[in-house]
């Protein structure tokens, strides 16, 4: 069983940045992709980002590209999203997510363990 913690949500006014974390509970978390979704108020909950179990290969949404980044540090068994030039309709609570893959996939039934989520709102 894999815990996943995230932290790093909060307030930022459009145009600011915020970085994210998730924190894993076992070194098995250097063998998983990760990702990160993303769920707005009556919304369903989409993908924003994955990476490879080495970093090597990254993913992303298209609405995203260009101002969020996904990185990980195995000695940390940590995965982090950096998120810059936000905007409001990046307001969401973003979920971190464990899969038993090597490399990420896009949909949330490629991942086994979910933190609990942490909230980002962004006013404009």
């Known amino acids: 069983q894999v815990q996943l913690v995230e932290s790093g949500g909060g307030l930022v006014q459009a145009g600011g940045s915020l970085r994210l974390s998730c924190a894993a509970s076992?070194?098995?978390?250097?063998?998983?992709?990760m990702g990160w979704f993303r769920q707005a108020p009556g919304k369903e909950r989409e993908f924003v980002a994955s990476i490879s179990w080495s970093g090597g290969n990254t993913y992303y949404v298209d609405s995203v590209k260009g101002r969020f980044t996904i990185s990980r540090d195995n000695d940390k068994n940590t995965v982090y999203l950096q998120m810059n030039s936000l905007k409001p309709e990046d307001t969401a609570v973003y979920y971190c997510?464990?899969?038993?893959?090597?490399?990420?996939?896009?949909?949330?039934?490629?991942?086994?363990?979910w933190g609990q989520g942490t909230q980002v709102t962004v006013s404009s």
């Open positions: 997510a464990a899969s038993r893959r090597l490399d990420g996939v896009a949909v949330q039934s490629g991942y086994d363990y």
């Open positions: 076992e070194r098995t978390f250097r063998d998983r992709a």
